[in-house]
């Protein structure tokens, strides 16, 4: 496995930070993942698009332009020799002198052989818990998930698999995934702010638009509930059926026809995929 | 300068963590930093409990006891060989192998030259403009200082030296002190929820009781308008007065005679602090 580290390719073991970097010190560094197939990185101008947003938004400057940073990334996946991989980059405050204001910004890739989520795992579908959280600045994808990790323990008493944050009533999003419900007048609908905009989200509403109603708006708790299907959305597990809320069964407790068709719209799309 | 790093001391530059720990994937660490006086720990004992706290709240297991930590950082103490010095214990969510679920904890105490307050800057006094945010967790000294180190440029457009979070009206703390009001009736008053309990304030909070009503409770944005002081308290800062909030002028801008009364009586108890 190999690495890019700042301005070189280096062995995944000499990935190291030294302790008075940012992330270290104040938590502050931003990322983006993409994820390969047959070596190609899928929707990797979106996830760059992204990458950039969230620098930008952390005020933290990345040394490379678009172009520069699409080929380190494809000379990584080569070196890899790996067809499904997951390719991280890391984007942190940088090795700061007092420890608290940003230095130049360190830059890490890495890329890992990633499993994603088969077709036995979209049947199985999951369960999920809501919990009251808002992150700050959503839009931005930063290191900070303390408060999806810290819910680890209630997810594994609690026997779900994943956490939805809603605020004021309004759902938001899941720690690493988007949240759609479809109506039973067979809407689908996914909220539209407090929240991460995915890629994998973004292409499902591209596909869904060609075929039915979209919307991108709140959603109340209630509404989620009395959804006929619900299902979330997330670069390792493309689309994944949502079949129980806090306990309450979501429309039969089954993978749904429309989540279904979308599914395997997404895999067509992402085998034709050629960046 | 030296470093303790899980189970060994080091030299400093070696203190490198691997981008696979928990806090380079998901910001998910804790910390306490204290500072000495004299080769001397300062409130060592208060830090340490705060620090095990923090940890276990976090669902971090520390592998040492408390004493056999204090052994540790007045071994790191000696032989850094410098009498001021900041102290940080840093718990990591260890080297995660899905970059998510903890592992096995990094532990990593530094010890550097730290500089603390003088005279002059509490003459000087500073101030601030507030801001609404919530920390999550706030109980807990976790790495994540994002939002405080996002607020850095609004800071300088603004010319403040620092933020004071407030949450629907209440005003918390400072990203790194605590908030302390003296009334017009000479009453001292500091929030009790929803912030860090800070080592210095408690401290003050045990000073001033012996000689003034104090109360922990609640503080709307317009009381601490209305304050006759206000100034805050951490450990690098000691008690500093604060002079305007958001353009508005506190008291008659100078640092008021509780605040300088109080800041005395904090320099006397360092200086006769015997750990």
Redesign the interface.
Known sequence: MA?FFNDHFAAT?N??????D????????IFDFCRTKNRRPLFLNDHLDRFYTSAAA??LPVRYNKEELAAIIHELIERTLQDETGIRI?L??GYSADG???ASPNL?I?CNVVKTAGLADFERGITAITYE?QR??PSVK?????????L??LLKEKKAADVLYHYNGIITEFPRSNIFIVTKDQRLITPSRHMLRGITRKQVLSIAARQMDVEERDIHLEELLQAAETFLTSTTKRIMPVLAIDGNTIGDGKPGPITRRLYHEFLQLEQQYNN
Do not use: C, D, F
């Open positions: 690495v073991e990935a190291l930070l030294h302790v008075s940012l992330t270290l010190q104040r938590g502050y560094a952390m005020h890391l942190t405050g608290y204001q940003p890490i890495t959280y700050e600045l930063s290191v900070n998930y303390m408060m999806a990790v810290w680890q323990p």
